[in-house]
């Protein structure tokens, strides 16, 4: 069989290509599962534990607030590992975070509450946050670019979904953790000590994905920028200097994809408990609309390959953007089918096409060398934004009509998202973007044409 043109025979090059998403799966799948407990717990739990003397809606706040600091840590995360990534290589960098990612996981569920500590708990509970967002951010844009730089041309964006597909598999694994210790524990037991029986068992998943990234191998197009001496020095100022206004794209592709998520996985908890809808209705859509997610994330980046990322991104763009006009009326209505419905379609549909088409769409706006510090800067621009909704939604909902006025908030926010993401896509054709030295990069069979 004739070698392809990364010069190794299309066998070998699957497996690694197959390695490489495992590993960043699995990485994902941590991140999104560390995502989920931490929302639930926040919209749940640490109200009471952390801030029992404020005010019930001050205490939620107060611990979407903790949620929200440790979004404050990825433009930092995302600068050092984006550098470190350029400079030393995907694997290596991705190795770290994990690691970072797994300890904070492990000690936010030994944390003593405020009964124990007054509110040292709440500032160690805010610097263990902090921990977390600083390697999430370079967690999220170094699965991205393993799979994409592993995997073949007409190819990239189904193999680049899958990280995505982990989002799914971590979301419904952590509302399966805290779904289990909540039917099987009274309140006051959950409240106590069940809460932190998910926290730890992220451990476990930490083990498993870190043997899996042991024997990985660095992506062909860095050790080829490597080999020809094209790694840069100072990979930050080159890619503001070279890639400015793809940055601020990727941040405004970003924003519309956190926005949603978390508008639909953490406040939407909050919303449901306040119109007395039963906890573990909502938890159940999720889990549901996860499920769906896992299946329609790849498909999504397969239909990127074959009509273009740009149709692909738009059609689960509208739909979050018309679904979530209804989503919080379905909510609050209490009917266990109007309930599932929403999340079904604002995540499990419009969400996962989304999330199956931006990685690679971002992916490809860049060049090799500068590759995962742009991906990282775009990536936690809009991460940070998105990292303060849950404590905007809840405020805002406090307004007249207010759950009104955040759905129509969040379906601008998407739309523009579609916006930037055109922009993007307009770019990387435009200007013959190279993943590796002089190699033009395909976006897609109807956007791979100047």
Same mark, same amino acid.
């Given at each position: ?18 390695? =490489? ?48 600091v440790g979004f404050l840590a990825r433009p930092l995360g995302g600068i050092v590992f984006g550098h470190l990534g350029d400079r030393l290589g995907r694997k290596n960098v991705l190795v770290m ?44 844009? /170094? =699965? ?64 498993? /994905? ?49 926005? =949603?998520?978390?508008?639909? @996985? ?81 995540? /499990?549909?419009?969400?996962? @096409? ?12 860049f060049a090799t060398k500068v590759s995962y510090s742009g991906v990282s800067l775009g990536m936690q621009l809009g991460v940070v934004v998105g990292g303060l909704t849950p404590f905007v939604a ?18 601008? @926010? ?26 033009? @990069? ?9």
């Amino acid at each position: 069989m004739a070698p392809d043109q990364r010069g190794t025979s299309p066998a070998p090059a699957l497996r690694q290509t197959r390695r =490489a998403a495992a590993a960043s799966l699995g990485g994902s799948i941590l991140e999104y599962y560390d995502f989920a407990i931490y929302g639930l717990a926040a919209a749940l739990v640490f109200g009471p534990v952390f801030f029992p003397s404020v005010d019930p809606t001050l205490g939620v706040l107060a611990s979407f607030g903790t949620f929200g600091v440790g979004f404050l840590a990825r433009p930092l995360g995302g600068i050092v590992f984006g550098h470190l990534g350029d400079r030393l290589g995907r694997k290596n960098v991705l190795v770290m975070t994990m690691l970072i990612m797994g300890v904070s996981t492990v000690l936010i569920g030994c944390l003593p509450g405020h009964g124990s500590i007054g509110y040292w708990g709440a500032a160690l509970l805010v610097l263990l946050r902090l921990a977390q967002g600083f390697a999430f951010a370079g967690e999220q844009a /170094g =699965a991205v670019l393993l799979v994409a730089e592993h995997a073949t041309e007409g190819r990239r964006g189904l193999f680049a979904s899958l990280p995505g597909a982990g989002v799914s598999v971590g979301l419904v694994l952590g509302n399966l953790a805290f779904l289990a210790v909540s039917n099987t524990m009274d309140p006051a037991a959950l409240q106590a000590w069940g809460w932190r029986i998910p926290f730890w068992a992220g451990g476990l998943l930490v083990l498993i /994905g870190l043997l899996i990234r042991s024997g990985l191998a660095e992506t062909p197009d860095f050790e080829r920028n490597k080999a020809n001496d094209q790694v840069s020095a100072s990979p930050l100022r080159e890619v503001i200097r070279t890639h400015p206004v793809q940055i601020l794209l990727a941040g405004g592709v970003q924003t519309g994809q956190a926005v =949603a998520s978390y508008v639909t @996985v953490v406040y939407s908890l909050a919303y449901a408990r306040e119109h007395g809808v039963p906890g573990s209705l909502p938890l159940l859509g999720i889990i549901l609309s996860g499920a769906l997610h896992l299946a329609l994330v790849p498909a999504a980046g397969a239909l990127s390959d074959r009509f273009g990322r740009l149709p692909t991104y738009l059609a689960g763009a509208v739909v979050i953007a018309v679904s979530v006009l209804f989503f919080f009326p379905m909510i609050g209505s209490g009917s266990p089918v109007l309930v599932i419905g929403a999340y079904l379609l604002l995540f /499990g549909i419009g969400w996962a @096409v989304i999330t199956g088409v931006y990685p690679v769409m971002l992916a490809e706006a860049f060049a090799t060398k500068v590759s995962y510090s742009g991906v990282s800067l775009g990536m936690q621009l809009g991460v940070v934004v998105g990292g303060l909704t849950p404590f905007v939604a809840t405020l805002v909902a406090t307004l007249p009509d207010g759950s009104t006025l955040l759905s129509i908030g969040v379906s601008v @926010v998407v739309l523009l998202s579609g916006w930037c993401a055109a922009a993007i896509v307009r770019r990387t054709r435009r200007a013959g973007v190279a993943a590796a030295a002089d190699r033009p @990069v395909a976006v897609g069979a109807d956007d791979a044409q100047p």
